[in-house]
């Protein structure tokens, strides 16, 4: 069925008392930095703003975009004896040249410490993107021989340089670093993962970097060439499909240890039975998330759909937790944890879309799916073939992106993006119970091809 009926969005407008809802802009004075804002809204009569006819949905939702000059912009809503009046001003902000950030060397190296767990170790000193090497645990030690903007330039090996913010390390007082030493590494054979363990005298910074060669790597570690260590793991010759399903690596104490999930040998006639799978309804509690023409909370249909994924897994045999099962608020530290702690293969998170000022709800419709390593890419795809070929949903494309949840990598981790909330058709989509059904339908479909050793 590539094209589902809206109704419901009808009988919410039959609450309204007036005869017209903005949601957004929330308040009518505000300051908006940007070329172009839009009103966001319903109404169950012909609406004008400025006197300009207003295209309505059949369910009353409207997105309208205006233009904004500098300075103060009045917009007049009205609806017959109905009106309102907005003043959105735009400042004026004079562009400055600003000075490109430079690269002061230190004379001599400095020598830190990691005060924080998860510090990001990063390619370049931005604090944003795709640029995360390693998340580092406290008390590895850094040499540095540099600063940028806020970051500390990060000597590994002799060929290579990472950053890390200086609010995440500490200086040494009166000593310097050496090399570690590293005795060897064991291989612990389980069911469910390989297990290296790697002996250290001291912790220095790693990196895991996927492809057909997985790659463990140490800095700094003498008698190694350019003073790193690198272990292989052919990926492309071991696992099945020939792609990572989860791992990950911590140290305990000055040993490090990697676990790289094996193979899944998926049940030959439903291949979800026991695969363990983490649901994750976005927002929740206080945090509503986006506001929907409509009216409707993006945490609500968050829950309502992923509640009918958890029931759609089930009926396939998988093992699903969920991070929340009812309006409460999780942080997004906790929403991982909950996966992992569980030892999920799978993480998907589910939300819905929003835009900010500057773009046109009009023009952005359909499925966004988000993951920010390689070995979530396949997955992330195969989902989004699947809801636009069973549903019909616009493909608003795979897109990498350093989000919080899809930064783990014990699980498959995926944000998906169902369709924008503030565009009038996708939000009658987004609450018609049958597109919700279908939708978790989709995306079960996707996971059982996906786990299917055939």
Known sequence: MKKIFLLMGLLLLGNNVLAFDVVYPAQNDVIINANSTFFIGSSNKPLKINGQNIPLHPTGAFAYVVNLNTGANTFVLQSDDEKKVFVITRPDIKSKASNPAVFLPYKEKKYFYVTTEQAPLRSTPVDAGINRLAHLQRNIELVVDGEQSGFYRVLLGKNKYGWISKSNVKAFENFSVNPATLFGYEYVDSKEFYTFIFHLDKRVPFEMVEGDTFLMKFYNVKEQPDDTFVMKVPVKDTLTKRQLIGYSGEYKGNDFILKIRKPILAHSIRPLHNIKITIDPGHGGSENGAVACLGNKEKDINLSIAKLVEEELKKRGAK?????????????????????????????????????????????????????????????????????????????????????????????????????????????????????????????????KYFDNK
């Open 320 to 448: 699903v937790t969920m991070t929340r099962k009812n309006d409460i608020y999780v942080g997004l530290k906790d929403r991982v944890d909950i996966a992992n702690t569980v030892d999920s293969v799978v993480l998907i998170s589910i939300h819905g879309n929003a835009l900010p000022d500057g773009q046109d709800p009009n023009k952005n419709r359909g499925t966004s799916i988000y993951y920010y390593y390689p070995q979530a890419r396949p997955l992330a795809d195969m989902i989004m073939d699947t809801v636009v070929s069973e549903i019909g949903v616009p493909n608003d494309k795979v897109r990498q992106g350093s989000l919080a949840v899809v930064r783990n990598t014990n699980a498959i981790s995926l944000l998906i993006e169902v369709s924008y909330l503030i565009n009038p058709e996708d939000n009658a989509n987004l609450i018609n119970p049958e597109f919700q059904k279908q939708y978790a339908k989709a995306i079960a479909d996707s996971l059982e």
